[in-house]
């Protein structure tokens, strides 16, 4: 694949991540209304806001939050965790498995930063063997 086609796909995908944040925005928005008028209200968001602000914080650039940028946060990583799962699901059984996350993450190239995060399973006497063959070409070129 070219770059102009890669660059091309990805802010096809960067433009579609957008628009589903605007319309989350737009729809809490709305809710705003009629709730109690908090941003980020319980009704659209199911991740943990208090978790997200937890992990945010521990970045030693962020100083102070705002909370549309904390609901934007939290809502984007919901709508990343829903693509990954819906992606990486196995239709034959519909079921979803560390090692279907593993091989989404690994096989789609916008995910592949996920690699070292979700590593594909190996036994460890598989492990230990490939390290056993490492040391052994090691010495061989010596």
Do not use: W
């Not at 916008?110 to 690699?115: G, I, S, V």
């Amino acid at each position: 694949m070219c770059m102009f086609a890669r660059r091309r796909k990805l802010q096809s995908g960067l433009k579609t991540t957008v628009s589903k944040l605007a319309s989350a925005v737009q729809m809490s928005k709305r809710s705003q209304h009629k709730d109690d008028g908090t941003p980020g209200s319980k009704k659209n968001i199911s991740l943990p806001v208090s978790r997200v602000r937890l992990i945010m914080k521990s970045s030693p650039d962020v100083s102070n939050i705002n909370q549309d940028a904390l609901f934007l946060t939290t809502k984007a990583t919901e709508l990343f965790v829903q693509h990954l799962a819906l992606s990486s699901l196995n239709q034959q059984n519909n079921s979803l498995t560390y090692s279907d996350l593993a091989n989404t993450a690994e096989e789609t190239e916008t995910l592949q930063f996920l690699t070292d995060i979700l590593p594909k399973k190996i036994l460890a006497r598989d492990y230990l063997k490939s390290l056993e063959d490492m040391q052994d070409q090691e010495e061989a070129d010596l």
